[in-house]
């Protein structure tokens, strides 16, 4: 009875992992590619998925095409680097917040639920300015 319960509680504990865990997925990429995660690259591949915290990086040539949980795609040009600062999702209430980071490149955006949610639930930021996104198609170029 008691491994019975264990397991129960295992299984349990396994699918009750937090939603923010899997941001979202990498849907196509090419090209020179990276993911910077805690001090360390990943390779992303379709269907790596993404956390809170990691940079898109792109070389000469390279591209990443992601879609996150609310809906939100991204295009990723060359030469960019783009960090996915916070991204909080209630699947539920479909609200959260959602901040971006172009350090440098080019950043094609599709929102999604969030920047739909409310004002100024989504933000993009460059190094010279803060965009406040409302649901709309948009493209964010910072030259290096």
Do not use: H
Request: include cysteine; proline fraction near 4%; glycine fraction near 12%.
């Amino acid at each position: 009875m008691k491994c019975g319960l264990l397991v129960t509680f295992s299984l349990l504990a396994m699918v009750a992992q937090p939603a923010w865990a899997d941001i979202g997925r990498v849907k196509k990429t090419t090209g020179t590619a990276s993911i910077e995660r805690k001090g360390a690259r990943v390779t992303p591949a379709v269907g790596t998925s993404l956390l809170p915290g990691d940079v898109l990086v792109t070389g000469n040539g390279g591209q990443i095409a992601v879609t996150f949980a609310d809906n939100t795609r991204f295009s990723v040009g060359p030469n960019s680097r783009i960090a996915v600062d916070k991204f909080d999702f209630d699947r539920t209430t479909r609200s959260g917040a959602f901040e971006t980071r172009v350090e440098k490149g080019s950043l094609g955006v599709v929102s999604g639920q969030i920047a739909k949610s409310r004002r100024d639930a989504m933000k993009v930021r460059t190094p010279t300015s803060l965009l406040g996104v409302r649901g709309t198609r948009f493209i964010v170029n910072v030259p290096e």
